[in-house]
Every structure is written in structure tokens, then in C-alpha cells.
């Protein structure tokens, strides 16, 4: 089993940064390609940005892209997400996933291991 705890969602203004985390606990999470997804209230749950699990290969989705940036830690155990130019339509619970394959998949069905999310509001 893995568990997977996010943290560092908040408040921010528009044009703001900050960083998630996604720690992993009960097994490395090395052999798995990680993802990000996100909830807005009353939306389904999207994709965000994903990464192999050698972290070589990455992919996001077309309104992230070129403002977030996913990486990983495999000697921490530990995802990341650097979300930069922050809007307000990025506000969501963010969710961190994992699924033991080499390549990550797009669609959250697919993942076997959720954390629990964290709030990322950014106000106008």
C-alpha cells in the first residue's frame, strides 16, 4: 500500500506562486509514475501534470502549461508541483496519485493511490 499525504495549498493572489508537495509513505514510490489532478467545487476532476517514474518524461495539460512545472524526489519519496502565475480558475483541491507503470496515464480512473487533496484559492 502507498499512502500519499499533499501539503503546501493556500491562499494566493493572482499572479502568485506556491508549491505542493506530495509525500509517499509505505512503499518508494520509484517504480510508479506520479500525477496531479484538480476538483473545482461543482467540476469533475481534471487532469493536471504527470511524470514517468524516472521523472525524465513529463506532460501537462494545455491551461497549466508553461506556469506549472512537476517534478519529483525519489530519494525523498516526495512529488512536487510549482505552480507560478497563479489564477483564479486554478482554484481547486489539488490531489496527488500514483499507479506502479514506468509511463503515467491521463485519465484518473487509471491510478491506484490517492492522497487526500489539498485547497489552492487564488483570489483576483
Known amino acids: 500500500q502507498v499512502q500519499l499525504v499533499e501539503s503546501g495549498g493556500g491562499l494566493v493572489q493572482a499572479g502568485g506562486s506556491l508549491r505542493l508537495s506530495c509525500a509517499a509513505t509505505?512503499?518508494?514510490?520509484?517504480?510508479?509514475?506520479l500525477a496531479w489532478f484538480r476538483q473545482a467545487l461543482g467540476k469533475e476532476r481534471e487532469f493536471v501534470a504527470a511524470i514517468s517514474w524516472s521523472g525524465g518524461t513529463t506532460y501537462y495539460a494545455d491551461p497549466v502549461k508553461g506556469r506549472f512545472t512537476i517534478s519529483r524526489d525519489n530519494a525523498k519519496n516526495t512529488l512536487y508541483l510549482q505552480m507560478n502565475s497563479l489564477k483564479p480558475e486554478d482554484t481547486a483541491v489539488y490531489y496527488c496519485?500514483?499507479?506502479?507503470?514506468?509511463?503515467?496515464?491521463?485519465?484518473?480512473?487509471?491510478?491506484?493511490?490517492w492522497g487526500q487533496g489539498t485547497q489552492v484559492t487564488v483570489s483576483a
Open positions: 509505505g512503499r518508494t514510490v520509484s517504480s510508479y509514475a
Open positions: 496519485a500514483a499507479i506502479r507503470t514506468q509511463y503515467f496515464r491521463l485519465t484518473s480512473s487509471e491510478y491506484e493511490y
